[in-house]
């Protein structure tokens, strides 16, 4: 079955560290992205790609990185500068969007990160 | 901030009513997407419409939209408790900015 994979399911954190959250689809799909979902708050974006070796920064990229060199990838990474990265974070891709129409997404089940 | 609105924040019905949410959008939009959130899961697409479009069903949804108030309705009808879950709403260009949801409990 084509889906997107997010893993770990839970992920812990020490303060001074970078921790990668991995994301990967087999949907053939071009455009990815990660949110990130408070408690009572809805999605934010913080990076997208377009395509391969592409990528845009969100409302919320500071603190935040990410790759994409294969279409199947996009993996996040948290790194030390992201102060309050406690939260659950969502991977989504979709066919590619154009200037004029986004395009209906699909989600893997997340990745929920604490802090030690 | 370009979040827009969902009401009611908290909705909670008995099986077989009618459930309706409302969205509130900011910008201009092409089309408007609704999705379910199942707790500790990902997003699933729910139903998309059109900005010409001013109605849209499925199964037992029905989705309206009104673009000159900038807002749109997601109705579930003959709710069942396997309804239970968050409902968001999202719209935009190239990227989707969503609500911050509706929470539906369906009580057997």
């Known amino acids: 079955d084509g889906g997107i994979t997010q893993s770990p399911k839970y992920l812990f954190r020490k303060e001074g560290q970078n921790v990668t959250l991995s994301c990967e689809q087999n949907?053939?799909?071009?455009?990815m992205y990660w949110y990130r979902q408070d408690p009572g708050q809805g999605l934010r974006l913080i990076y997208y790609?377009?395509?391969?070796?592409?990528?845009q920064k969100g409302d919320i990229a500071e603190g935040y990185s990410v790759s994409r060199e294969k279409k199947e990838s996009f993996p996040l990474t948290v790194t030390s500068a992201q102060k309050n990265p406690t939260a659950f974070y969502l991977c989504?891709?979709?066919?590619?969007?154009?200037?004029?129409?986004?395009?209906?997404?699909?989600f893997g089940d997340g990745t929920r990160l604490s802090i030690l | 901030s370009q979040q827009g609105e969902e009401d009611p924040q908290a909705l909670s019905i008995q099986e077989g009513e009618n459930a309706t949410m409302n969205c509130s959008y900011k910008?201009?939009?092409?089309?408007l997407q609704w999705y379910r959130q199942n707790s500790g899961r990902g997003l699933v697409h729910l139903i998309l419409?059109?900005?010409?479009?001013r109605e849209k069903h499925s199964g037992r949804l029905r989705v309206t939209l009104d673009t000159s108030k900038k807002s749109s309705s997601l109705l579930i009808t003959a709710s069942r408790a396997a309804d239970t879950a968050s409902y968001f709403c999202?719209?935009?260009?190239?990227?989707?900015?969503f609500g911050i949801g509706t929470k539906l409990q369906v009580i057997p």
């Open positions: 989504a891709s979709s066919i590619r969007e154009t200037a004029y129409s986004n395009q209906p997404q699909h």
């Open positions: 949907l053939n799909h071009d455009a």
């Open positions: 790609s377009q395509i391969v070796n592409d990528f």
């Open positions: 910008t201009s939009i092409n089309n």
């Open positions: 419409i059109r900005s010409n479009e």
């Open positions: 999202g719209w935009g260009y190239q990227k989707v900015t």
